[in-house]
Structures are given as structure tokens and as C-alpha cells.
């Protein structure tokens, strides 16, 4: 890209699927926006191997707690997130990721704005049984 060029980015929909329309440039941290007192989620990529979610999270806001069969990895795009492993609490900030192991209890809590980026993969875990400590 040359100096002074601008990034044309096109009209962001979704295509019959749910998805991200494909082929289309578009920034990360403007494929959702922030609803005050809600968290929002917008669908990426939906396959049967796993998924891709865009979410917001208004300041004061958190998704209880949860345990899914697959391993999740989180990347914050704007602002800072808590999210809490086993106990374990994570401070993550702009362009910092952490993977969420399967079958381990965790939650977000939003001291402040955030976006993320959910991506889950599907794979094998599915049919283990969890261990409980």
C-alpha cells in the first residue's frame, strides 16, 4: 500500500449461512459495536470443525460461568478483559490471547469495554470424559 492510499473497506453483512461474507477486507475491531449494559456476539466463520465469534462486552458485564468440550482461544481486539480459569484470574489487553483449555470452568468479566475474538476448535475432545478434581 503507498503512502496517502486509503483502505477501501466494504459494507461488512453476512451471508445466508450466518457467516462473514467472504473476500471482503474489513478491521477486526469494527466488525461489532458496543451496546450499553449487553454483550453482543457476531458470527465469523460457523463449520462443524469449530467456529469464529466476534463479542462485545459493555464495562460492568460478564458471561457466567461455563465448560465446553474444546479448546478456545480468546483474543482481545479493543480494551482489556478478565477472564477467569479455574480460579485463575487473567488480565488481557489489545492483540494478547490465551487459550482456554477444554473442559475447564471460565468466565469474563468486563471492568471496562472490551472486543474479542472466540475461536473454538473442534477436535477429539468431544468424546472424552471431563476429570474432576
Not at 103 to 110: E, L, Q, S, V
Request: proline residues 3%; charged residues 25%; glycine residues 10%.
Amino acid at each position: 500500500m503507498k503512502s496517502g492510499e486509503k483502505l477501501e473497506i466494504g459494507r461488512i453483512g453476512q451471508d445466508k449461512n450466518g457467516e462473514l461474507e467472504k473476500g471482503i477486507t474489513h478491521i477486526t475491531a469494527q466488525l461489532i459495536e458496543y451496546i450499553p449494559n449487553a454483550v453482543l456476539s457476531r458470527t465469523i466463520l460457523r463449520k462443524t470443525t469449530g467456529n469464529v465469534t466476534a463479542m462485545s462486552f459493555d464495562a460492568g458485564e460478564e458471561i457466567g460461568e461455563k465448560s465446553i468440550p474444546f479448546d478456545t482461544y480468546i483474543q482481545i481486539i479493543h480494551g482489556a478483559a478478565q477472564v477467569i480459569i479455574d480460579d485463575i484470574k487473567h488480565r488481557i489487553s489489545d492483540g494478547s490471547g490465551i487459550v482456554i483449555p477444554a473442559h475447564r470452568i471460565h468466565w469474563f468479566n468486563a471492568t471496562e469495554r472490551f472486543k474479542m475474538i472466540s475461536t473454538v476448535i473442534k477436535s477429539g475432545y468431544e468424546n472424552m470424559t471431563p476429570i474432576v478434581c
